[in-house]
């Protein structure tokens, strides 16, 4: 079976810094394209970046808001997508959330993992 | 990018359809045949309904359909049941590996 798990979300103050990570299993992360995404408190979806297979030579793409700030990477061997975000802002607050691309699909999305929430705040 | 716009809200009965539209630009709904819809249940991850404008993955009932016209996609839904009260959105690819999202549409199955 396919899953996704985030882990790594919490409290932090602004200015700073937190990394993310995606356990996956039932597959290899490196043999599918991943998306980031969040969702703000009470707020709609929001695409933040993408990472291609390691087929594609993993690059990554990121949304505006995010560019400059988000970092993703992965570990093969670990089975481990990551989101490294720094200079984090009270707008960066929400529920992440990693997805692999759909089987039939690289512009889809799933599944999803049960996501992590971020807090960022004094 | 600018959101892609969706009703806030749409309703119906059990047993009824209803149609949710999303609505784009040239540069993301309309340039691409690369519409996808989520459904997200409170508290829960989205979970993809349609992919690439029209198809169902496995799993899904055929009760949800999609369609596109110009910068216009459509989620429909046919034979309304409450387990399909949710939050639903769009989102479409935009080139150069980025997606946009709609900003969700709340379903209320009366």
């Known amino acids: 079976e396919v899953q996704l798990v985030e882990s790594g979300g919490g409290l932090v103050q602004p200015g700073r810094s937190l990394r993310l990570s995606c356990t996956v299993s039932?597959?290899?992360?490196?043999?599918?394209?991943m998306g980031w995404f969040r969702q703000a408190p009470g707020k709609g979806l929001e695409w933040v970046g993408f990472i291609r297979s390691k087929a594609y030579g993993g690059a990554t793409e990121y949304a505006a808001s995010v560019k400059g700030r988000f970092t993703i990477s992965r570990d093969d061997s670990k089975s481990i997508a990551y989101l490294q975000m720094n200079s984090l802002t009270t707008e960066d607050t929400a529920v992440y959330y990693c997805?692999?691309?759909?089987?039939?699909?690289?512009?889809?999305?799933?599944?999803w993992g049960q996501g992590t929430l971020v807090t960022v705040s004094s | 990018q600018s959101a892609l716009t969706q009703p806030r809200s749409v309703s119906g009965s059990p047993g009824q359809s209803v149609t949710i539209s999303c609505t784009g630009t040239s540069s993301d709904v309309g340039g691409y045949n690369y519409v996808s819809w989520y459904q997200q249940h409170p508290g829960k991850a989205p979970k993809l309904m349609i992919y690439d404008v029209s198809k169902g993955p496995s799993g899904v009932a055929d009760r949800f359909s999609g369609s596109k016209s110009g910068n216009t996609a459509s989620l429909t839904i046919s034979g309304l049941q409450a387990e399909d009260e949710a939050d639903y959105y769009c989102c479409s690819y935009a080139g150069s590996y980025t997606w946009v999202f709609g900003g969700g549409t709340k379903l209320t199955v009366l």
């Open positions: 039932g597959f290899t992360v490196g043999d599918y394209a």
């Open positions: 997805a692999r691309r759909h089987i039939s699909s690289w512009v889809a999305f799933d599944p």
